[in-house]
Structures are given as structure tokens and as C-alpha cells.
């Protein structure tokens, strides 16, 4: 967007993008419990900022940066990138904001807190791919949220279906009637460990395209 603006000879430079919780909640009290002029609506976890994905943006003239230029031409400018302008916004219109949700709500962020997905800070969720993710937890806890997603999935489900019933067809024309014999026929096993791969491979597809 910058760049667009900068050939249309109108340069701008970022005034702000990613605010911590604490600095949102700073500036919701400003005009409030404390002195100054009110600057947002939004309390700490309620503005796209918190995430990562919005940013304020003045004109650049010179050395110095100024908010008095033609709004209507940036904002223009900036839906025709796919994002959302604030002085489009019936009420509280804030000109030199723009932001990226993809349809997300401000409620669908804020709820990642209760999921585990994104700690108070806000530090660890930010723009990355369709779900503006970012995780910057542990290992453990992010699988454990994913594969909970992953099994809820129809198209995973049916694929442990078709395999299930591969392997029950497999074993029954195979004649193997117990553990022992399961363990024993070295063609069982490399049917399971091919079912397995296919697993597999199916659940990194699937947590590649999330």
C-alpha cells in the first residue's frame, strides 16, 4: 500500500502497527481515567492492533510527518487492496487506520486468549496465511489444538474410515484371528505401516492447508 501510495505521489510512513495489550489499555484510558483527548473505543484486546494486523498510517512531507491530505484517495487505495478502511466506520471514523481480517471478527481474536492460542501480551498471534495465526507456544500445546481440529474434520474422518475398512478386509482375507499372527506375518505389517504413511501424509496435508 505504501508503495501504491508513494507512485500516486502521496508518500506515507506508519505511525503505528502492533500494540501490546498494555499500550491498548493505556490509550483507552486516556480521556477516560486519565488526561487527554479520547483516541479509540477499543479496550485492550478489542483493537486489531493487538494482533498484529491493523496499522495507522500518516503523510509523509518532507522530513515531517503531517494527518492533513487527501483521505479519500488513500483509503481508495487501500480497499482496493483488500483492506478495510476505519473512515468508512459509521461512527468514531479513524481516517489513517487500515486493517487485514479476512472476514475474522474482533470476538474471534480475542477468543483465541481462552483457546490457548495466543497468550495477554498479544505478542504471539499475528497475520499468517487464512487464519492470521502466528503460534508462539509450545509444541505440545499447538498440536493439541490442531489435532483436536483436525479430528472434528469430515474429510479426515473419512479417510480413517476407508483405511479402517481396508485393513479389516486385508486381515480377514488374510486369516490373521489373533495378536500373534498379526505380529508375525511381515505382509501385516507393512500394510499397517503403509495405512500409517497415509495417515500421515494426510495430516500434513491438512495442517499445511489450516
Given at each position: 500500500m505504501l508503495a501504491e501510495c508513494n507512485d500516486k505521489g502521496v508518500p506515507l510512513v506508519v505511525t503505528e502497527g502492533y500494540r501490546t495489550f498494555a499500550r491498548q489499555q493505556e490509550l483507552?484510558?486516556?480521556?477516560?481515567?486519565k488526561a487527554?483527548?479520547?483516541v479509540?473505543?477499543?479496550?485492550?484486546?478489542?483493537?486489531?492492533h493487538n494482533y498484529g494486523i491493523?496499522?495507522?498510517?500518516a503523510f509523509k512531507k518532507g522530513k515531517a510527518i503531517s494527518w492533513?491530505?487527501?483521505?479519500d484517495l488513500i483509503g481508495k487505495i487501500g480497499k482496493s487492496l483488500g483492506?478495510?478502511?476505519?473512515?468508512d466506520w459509521a461512527s468514531f471514523k479513524d481516517k489513517p487506520h487500515f486493517q487485514l481480517t479476512k472476514g475474522k471478527s474482533i470476538d474471534w481474536y480475542y477468543n483465541q486468549i481462552a483457546k490457548g492460542l495466543v497468550d495477554e501480551s498479544g505478542q504471539t498471534i499475528s497475520n499468517n496465511d487464512e487464519n492470521l495465526v502466528k503460534y508462539n507456544q509450545s509444541d505440545s500445546a499447538l498440536n493439541k489444538n490442531m489435532l483436536k481440529e483436525l479430528f472434528n474434520d469430515s474429510r479426515f474422518k473419512s479417510l480413517l474410515w476407508r483405511t479402517g475398512m481396508m485393513a479389516l478386509a486385508f486381515l480377514v482375507n488374510a486369516g490373521a484371528s489373533n495378536l500373534t499372527a498379526l505380529q508375525l506375518d511381515p505382509s501385516v505389517t507393512v500394510f499397517i505401516g503403509l495405512i500409517l504413511g497415509e495417515i500421515s501424509k494426510a495430516l500434513n496435508n491438512y495442517l499445511s492447508n489450516k
Open positions: 483507552y484510558e486516556q480521556g477516560r481515567s487527554g483527548l479520547i479509540t473505543n477499543a479496550k485492550a484486546g478489542y483493537s486489531f491493523a496499522f495507522d498510517v492533513d491530505g487527501n483521505w483492506l478495510e478502511w476505519g473512515g
